[in-house]
């Protein structure tokens, strides 16, 4: 699944939007991607566009990112500024030259400083206006581009610690300090699952500057010399890019499903705090081997990260998500923890986990009772543990997609012998700590033993 991130004023609707581009769209979205409006103009006019033009679309990202919808009109994202902070900004944009400021919120408004435009508009002016409660974007518009960099610039000087205004032409959208295009693209990343290199962006103005910049892109040959030496790749528009993507090798799903098992850094036992003794902390030289792990592997695709719920474990995987972009979420598995621990002891609970990494939840019950209760002694219970894991990764996950597994020496004897198909034991690995050992899992049905210890 790939997704594109569309600006729309001067990309998708660059020379409007005709059949051959609606039909361009209609065939990625049917080839399993996913197609995105992100537009800095606010959620109702980027519904009422969509509606109008009546063009194929899973969501539309408004406010430069800081809101996001479904087509229906269900807000799945909303990011807000203080409302506090509206006063002081819209009397800034005024004092600065501004005709009038435009709030995004519960409300949309125009603030005048000319009382004849605020009656004709039915808007109101820095004194008439109703508190503002919060507000996504506040946006306006000045005589030509100068004047607009010049208002920019002023807004950054005095409110940049809080704000982030985007120029886009002769217009000015600002936003939360932390939001812009690409923030909004990592937000959708998110939500639908995705990894960053699935998304590419494309857009024609500075306010597509972030998103460019950060993600596989593309600039309209139309557009402003600075995106166009950003961007990756020049387009003449939509349908033009769409063929290029899907005529492109880039754009096949791997074919195989690739777990990655990681054994843990290295560990001391002697400082254990409130756990018990079997759930050993890493040493100075084990939170090294970590941070190692997690340039390692920090721009390689990993789709879902599960660790076991030792503390040993757990701290090797924050390496890891800790080095990514997005923070993504940290699955714990008690049925993966160390073969022999202490009986009845399934490891740390997701609340005393979350003092290393808040992005974290327990995975759902493998044997499916209420409370944890498995055997770590026995051969056999080893088996039966593996067994389940192994079954839970190939019924949740699909080809083309990699998962990292965070685990220890003693269980990972079982599950990458289980992996591939063989008994346990029947051939041994001396795993190293932070080793990667990785099994691909094969459409026709073979399962490749691809690294041992990397």
Not at 50 to 71: H, M, R, S, T
Not at 382 to 408: C, E, M, P
Request: aromatic share 8%; net charge negative; hydrophobic share 35%.
């Amino acid at each position: 699944m790939k997704i594109i991130g569309s600006d729309y004023d001067g990309t998708l609707n660059h020379d409007g939007i005709d059949d051959k581009k609606l039909k361009a769209i209609d065939k990625w979205r049917e080839a399993g991607n996913i197609f995105a409006l992100i537009s800095g103009r606010g959620p109702g006019d980027i519904l009422e566009i969509y509606k109008e033009k009546q063009f194929g679309c899973d969501y539309l990202v408004a406010d430069n990112g800081a809101v996001i919808l479904k087509p229906d009109g269900e807000i799945v994202s909303d990011i807000r500024c203080d409302g506090k902070i509206a006063d002081e900004l819209l009397k800034l944009l005024l004092e600065s030259g501004c005709p009038w400021g435009e709030v995004h919120t519960s409300f949309p408004c125009r603030v005048y400083t000319d009382n004849e435009m605020c009656v004709e508009d039915d808007g109101y002016t820095l004194e008439t206006v109703p508190e503002i409660p919060y507000f996504n974007q506040i946006s306006t518009m000045l005589d030509d581009f100068k004047e607009a960099e010049r208002v920019t610039a002023i807004v950054k000087e005095k409110m940049g610690d809080r704000l982030n205004p985007l120029q886009n032409g002769r217009c000015i959208d600002i936003v939360r300090k932390d939001m812009d295009k690409a923030k909004g693209l990592y937000l959708l990343m998110e939500i639908v699952g995705a990894r960053y290199d699935d998304i590419i962006a494309v857009g024609d103005n500075i306010n597509d500057t972030d998103m460019i910049r950060e993600f596989r892109s593309y600039a309209m040959e139309s557009g402003v010399e600075s995106i166009k030496e950003l961007a990756d790749y020049t387009t003449t528009g939509i349908t033009e890019l769409i063929e290029k993507e899907l005529g492109e090798d880039n754009i096949k799903k791997r074919d195989t499903l690739e777990i990655i098992f990681i054994r843990h850094a290295e560990t001391d036992y002697t400082d254990i705090g409130d756990r018990d003794n079997c759930d050993g902390e890493l040493t100075e030289r084990g939170e090294k081997q970590c941070d190692e792990l997690g340039e390692k592997l920090k721009n390689v695709p990993i789709d879902a990260y599960i660790t076991s719920s030792l503390l040993r474990a757990f701290k090797t995987a924050t390496g890891v998500v800790k080095a990514k972009q997005n923070e993504p979420l940290l699955e714990i598995c008690p049925e993966i923890i160390e073969c022999g621990c202490t009986p009845g002891y399934f490891g740390c609970s997701e609340e005393y986990l979350k003092r290393y990494y808040k992005n974290t939840k327990m995975c759902e019950n493998l044997f499916g009772k209420d409370k944890y209760d498995f055997g770590c002694e026995a051969k056999e219970d080893n088996i039966i543990r593996a067994g389940k894991f192994i079954d839970y990764l190939k019924n949740r996950f699909t080809f083309g997609q990699r998962v990292a597994v965070f685990s220890h020496h003693g269980i990972l004897e079982y599950l990458i012998p289980t992996a591939l198909g063989v008994e346990p034991h029947v051939f041994r690995f001396a795993l190293e700590n932070i080793s990667m050992t990785v099994v691909e899992f094969c459409r026709d049905g073979n399962v490749v033993l691809k690294d041992v210890n990397k």
